[in-house]
């Protein structure tokens, strides 16, 4: 059996085509690959809508505001298209390395959890992802040394607030709960959550809308599990939070460490569906679906 390491090693030329690109919004697409024959797929159909920042300390305004200056930057001069492309187009994802932490040197904090392809996630030793790339360019303009802290995502908010690190990088979603505990930059990406499903699974084939989507999903009883990454939107969505404004399902939640895990136990009829963000979910499940 291929671990669900193995599988997100596969090459991201895979993933996503270009037609998904288009301003690094939501709209990454269905998974493509021959639905007769792959292991899972994508509904393409939007759940949610919510959007990510980086939370940065509540007690360094100046970081905050730097950052802030910094998103706008490059969002105005294309560079932040540009890292987009490596991941939704034809570019080529570009590795970070991190510096050893060190309180004698100008260093830049970063903590994140890389099990969230494409925004971060590993290559050897190397940090690769949307989320990482942009932190080398803020270090970069900033001056100071990068430093990634890699660590499970319901410690990454906990981690700026503890002030263990300078600012959280994970794909991280806005919310009012979230913003007690770190100041969030203004907004960089529009994300939604997405179903997984198993490649012969038509439960959700005629659905035209998320209306359609919910009608089924609010039908399911306790019987029916749903596997997530612990502590995203994907949990919040199926437990319900008031936070988020989701009602909740009568479905139970079973959470991973990450949403590889979470796909390869539906695979493996642990769960009956997988929910998480659009992006993770099409690059996941292309990567699943490459592997013989």
Request: glycine share 8%; hydrophobic share 40%; charged share 25%.
């Amino acid at each position: 059996m291929k671990t669900a390491k193995k599988l997100l090693a596969v090459v991201l030329a895979l993933l996503m085509v270009a037609a998904c690109f288009a301003g690094c919004s939501s709209s990454e697409g269905e998974d493509t690959a021959d639905t007769n024959t792959a292991k899972v797929k994508v509904i393409d159909i939007e759940l949610s809508s919510e959007e990510y920042a980086l939370g940065v300390d509540m007690d360094n305004a100046e970081l905050l505001q730097q950052t802030n200056d910094f998103i706008k930057e490059i969002k105005s001069n294309g560079k932040f298209d540009e890292i987009c492309n490596h991941y939704f187009g034809d570019g080529e994802p570009v590795a970070v390395t991190s510096a050893v932490e060190d309180s004698t040197k100008d260093q830049l904090i970063v903590a994140t959890n890389a099990e969230f392809e494409p925004f971060e996630y590993k290559q050897g030793d190397q940090f690769v992802g949307i989320d990482m790339e942009i932190a080398q360019l803020l270090a970069d303009s900033l001056g100071k040394e990068l430093v990634i802290k890699d660590m499970k995502f319901d410690a990454v908010v906990l981690s700026v607030q503890q002030h263990k690190a300078d600012i959280a990088a994970a794909g991280l979603t806005v919310t009012e709960e979230r913003a007690q505990q770190v100041n969030f930059t203004d907004s960089y990406y529009s994300a939604a959550q997405k179903l997984i499903v198993k490649g012969d699974d038509t439960t959700f084939d005629a659905c035209q809308t998320k209306e359609d989507v919910e009608a089924i999903l609010n039908g399911f009883d306790s019987s029916v599990k749903f596997g997530g990454q612990n502590g995203t939107t994907g949990q919040y969505y199926v437990q319900g939070s008031e936070d988020f404004g989701f009602a909740g399902l009568q479905a139970e939640f079973v959470g991973y460490d990450s949403g590889a895990l979470a796909v390869q136990d539906l695979i493996n009829g642990g769960v009956n569906y997988v929910i998480i963000d659009a992006a993770p979910a099409v690059a996941i499940t292309s990567a699943v679906n490459a592997v013989a």
